[in-house]
């Protein structure tokens, strides 16, 4: 079978058409949504070809080798993108020209630093380009096309950025530097020290070093020493220019956590914290199969129970005269509110005791750079403004402030709070260039949407609106318009709109189906699109802006045994909830010869996807695909499969998010009741053979509903699950369920080892050993739980070197193959 695979992967070439076919077009652009009243027909696409695990499980690469990280060249002649090597997890950066047809090739290794330039950054004139290639920098004269390289070592460059003045800064280690293009001249614009700042020669410290000095004429001769070489080199620095400014120091035991350096190339903002290692103290993971032939450990990061809260001391450097101020957060509305104060209250007096709140200053810190596509310090373009984006460390107020530089003071702009949480995402903002004022994304009014602040009128207009989202927002050159996709046209369908800033009128850009994400060409005329379907992987499209031009598919390189195989497009439907107003979307996929009035009712399986916030009824290629292809060798056996948007899924806005606020594992039992009742009225399922799978997120609610709905399912698969959330890691767990010495009620009330007792049907645990998002103890423990329960009909399948995501297609195999066991023994 492996030989045929590759056989199969070798024949997939990839091909290139700059004219593609409306059937191209049309096949993408199909519609997954079934009608709001489902009615499913009866069907005959029985086929001779069988779908088999051992296809499904191996290397993803038999499907195809998709275009990845897609990129326009500098000109717009071009396009750039990655492609999995064949049989190697490497990647390989490939190039397409637009108007030569097949014209498509692996960019050699010898010229990989020519066009490897995806993060480049820009001068305000668009005419010259600068990048980091392996740790050093390279710049391009965009009229010319004339490439230099400016540094050759081993130190690794970052934060580049064009000043106004024509200089390239970037950062160093520490050490924020800047270069003349034309004379090559290099200096130090701002040095930082963790360390406190030399003083020269101090007191004595206690009476015997005072005696000492006191008595002993050669400590005194040291000392004046001392204080002579510290007074000169701290006149050099101050009086001699041809030397570096002094450095600022930030303290010791601390960490830069976020730096930005004004385009003026005279300011700086800094925020700092206490160093704090990722890693939990004595939190290692053992390895069991290794080179050495003996156990190593591994150090893993540490657990929510542990976690202790991250605050940013935030400074204004002034790098002309070398001075450094402190910024305080109390300009911020509700800096110092007691926002938990109810839950500690509920918690508290589960303890017998009262909780008196009172104002505090809450940690607040700088948002994360990744959680701000934008980025999370933005200046004007003339550096005389900033914009900072904040957040609070107890995940409950989102800030975006202006700086008064006359009075080192933070501006409120605007303030998102959120009685559950601030969403990690949607935290993108910007200036508008020539205009005093920013454009920021927000779900104020329950869903992402785009709003424009007027600092001079201190208004604020919003652009998008509706029960849709917005995300992947790119602002044009000259600031008129704000690109973005979003799911108008129904939840799981996201197309390229954009909108005028000045108006507010927008307009649809693509209208493929599916999935589509985009890059602005740098002519800002075209968009090079990432497009997929239920049926194809991710392709590569171009589609003029503003003509009816169609959009021409570029890459084709999904291999032919794939297409050959009789996959089914899963219908979406809206699964009516019984305990809110909004459906529960869900992906319905019918067995072969289907019959809605069969006396024997089907068996089914319902698959919950992982990550908690995560969308997976959607039009296009799913990322679960070795699950798409595994329920479709389902349909194949005769079993109806659904796989459901729960609450708490993303793509549904703030309320579907927060449902699941200090209560995850309860909103989301309620609707896999809900689409197995519906199942039962609406496509001939027999309730009682239902049975259920999934893995982290999808293995934690297997859990919660085989312990608190038994009965619900006859079986249940647990993949790498969560039993405990107070082992699990701050960033994600704190959000939705507090801290656990803050909110013990919650961890108790979202933890399924708390609720094992309740099992009565068919478990399988299937537990990666070197996990380290999910831990191994996590199923480690629950195992003895059940043990000491006297639980029997559980089991438990080990995978000794399986991280989180599975790796080896050996594991997938063995996985799938214990999971399509325990349905037909229980379900059939």
Not at 379 to 400: C, P
Not at 615 to 638: I, V
Request: proline fraction near 5%.
């Amino acid at each position: 079978m492996k030989t045929k695979l590759y056989l199969a992967i070798a024949s997939a070439l990839l091909t290139v058409s700059c004219a593609a076919t409306d059937s191209d077009v049309t096949e993408a652009s199909g519609n997954d949504y079934a009608p709001a009243e489902y009615q499913p027909q009866a069907t005959s696409t029985t086929s001779d070809q069988r779908i088999a695990l051992t296809q499904i499980m191996a290397d993803t690469e038999w499907v195809a080798r998709s275009p990845e990280n897609p990129y326009w060249s500098y000109d717009g002649n071009a396009v750039f993108f990655e492609r999995k090597r064949e049989g190697s997890p490497l990647r390989d950066l490939h190039s397409l020209l637009l108007n030569q047809q097949d014209e498509v090739a692996k960019v050699d290794i010898a010229e990989l630093h020519e066009h490897d330039y995806s993060n480049a950054v820009y001068n305000d004139n668009r005419d010259m380009q600068a990048y980091v290639f392996e740790g050093n920098i390279f710049v391009r004269n965009l009229q010319s096309g004339q490439l230099r390289q400016l540094t050759r070592d081993s130190e690794n460059k970052s934060n580049l950025q064009f000043l106004n003045d024509g200089r390239l800064a970037f950062r160093k280690n520490h050490t924020f530097m800047a270069v003349d293009l034309d004379s090559g001249f290099t200096e130090t614009l701002a040095s930082l020290r963790m360390s406190r700042e030399p003083q020269g020669v101090t007191e004595p410290g206690d009476y015997l070093a005072r005696e000492e000095v006191d008595l002993i004429e050669y400590n005194q001769v040291q000392r004046r020493q001392r204080q002579e070489r510290h007074e000169r080199q701290q006149a050099l620095q101050e009086r001699n220019p041809s030397l570096a400014p002094k450095p600022f120091y930030l303290g010791e035991g601390k960490q830069v956590a976020e730096v930005s350096l004004s385009p003026a190339g005279t300011k700086m903002l800094v925020a700092v914290t206490d160093s704090q290692s990722w890693r939990g103290e004595g939190d290692l993971m053992p390895r069991y199969v290794t080179e050495s032939g003996r156990i190593e450990n591994q150090e893993v990061r540490r657990r929510v129970a542990d976690a202790e809260p991250v605050h940013h001391e935030l400074y204004l450097l002034d790098l002309t005269s070398g001075e450094k101020s402190a910024l305080s957060y109390d300009s911020l509305p509700g800096f110092d509110e007691d926002v938990l104060a109810s839950v500690r209250e509920e918690n508290y007096a589960e303890r017998g005791e009262s909780y008196e709140s009172e104002p505090k200053e809450r940690a607040i810190e700088v948002i994360s750079r990744w959680s701000a596509g934008q980025g999370n310090i933005n200046w004007t373009q003339d550096g005389e403004q900033v914009a900072i984006m904040f957040r609070a460390w107890d995940n409950k107020d989102r800030w975006i402030a202006t700086l008064d530089f006359d009075n080192a003071e933070l501006v409120n702009q605007h303030r998102l709070h959120d009685e559950a949480w601030i969403n990690r995402i949607f935290n993108d903002f910007d200036w508008i260039p020539g205009q005093n004022a920013i454009w920021y994304l927000s779900e104020e009014d329950g869903y992402s949407h785009l709003y424009v602040r007027d600092l001079d009128s201190a208004t604020t207009r919003q652009l998008t609106q509706g029960q849709y989202i917005v995300d992947e927002v790119t602002m044009s050159q000259a600031g008129d318009f704000l690109y973005y996709h979003a799911n108008k046209p129904s939840p799981g369908n996201y197309e390229i709109y954009r909108v005028a800033i000045a108006s507010g009128e927008q307009q649809q850009l693509t209208d493929l189906g599916g999935i589509n994400s985009a890059e602005l060409s740098p002519a800002e005329d075209q968009l090079l699109i990432t497009h997929s379907s239920a049926l194809r992987p991710p392709e590569l499209y171009v589609q003029p802006i503003g003509t009816s031009g169609q959009a021409q598919r570029l890459t084709h390189t999904i291999s032919r045994e794939f297409k050959s195989l009789p996959w089914k497009r899963p219908d979406i439907v809206a699964v009516p909830s019984n305990h809110v107003d909004e459906p529960i979307y869900s992906r319905v996929y019918l067995p072969d010869n289907f019959d809605p009035n069969r006396a024997e009712q089907y068996p089914a399986v319902v698959f919950i996807h992982g990550a908690g916030y995560l969308q997976n009824a959607h039009g296009g290629w799913s990322n679960y695909s070795r699950e798409f292809m595994f329920h479709n060798k389902l349909t194949q056996q005769g079993y109806v499969v659904l796989d459901l948007d729960f609450r708490g899924s993303r793509g549904y806005g703030r309320d579907w998010r927060t449902a699941v606020y200090r209560q995850m594992g309860w909103p989301e039992v309620e609707d896999l009741v809900d689409v197995v009742s519906w199942m039962g009225e609406n496509v001939n399922v027999d309730v009682e053979r239902v049975g259920t799978y999934g893995g982290s997120y999808g293995g934690f609610l297997t859990f919660m509903s085989l312990f608190n709905e038994p009965g619900l399912f006859k079986a249940g698969a647990a993949l790498r699950p969560v039993t405990d959330w107070a082992h699990y890691n701050t960033g994600y767990t704190s959000n939705i369920l507090n801290l656990p010495q803050d909110d013990a009620i919650a961890y108790r009330r979202s933890s399924p080892i708390y609720f094992a007792e309740g099992l009565e049907d068919a478990l399988l645990i299937s537990a990666p050993m070197v996990d380290d998002n999910v831990f191994f103890q996590d199923s480690v423990r629950l195992v003895q739980r059940l043990i000491e329960l006297e639980k029997e009909d559980f089991e438990t399948a080990i995978f000794p070197v399986e991280p989180h995501g599975f790796v080896q297609p050996s594991s997938w195999l063995d996985q799938y193959r214990r999971i399509y066991k325990l349905f037909e023994d229980n379900l059939k």
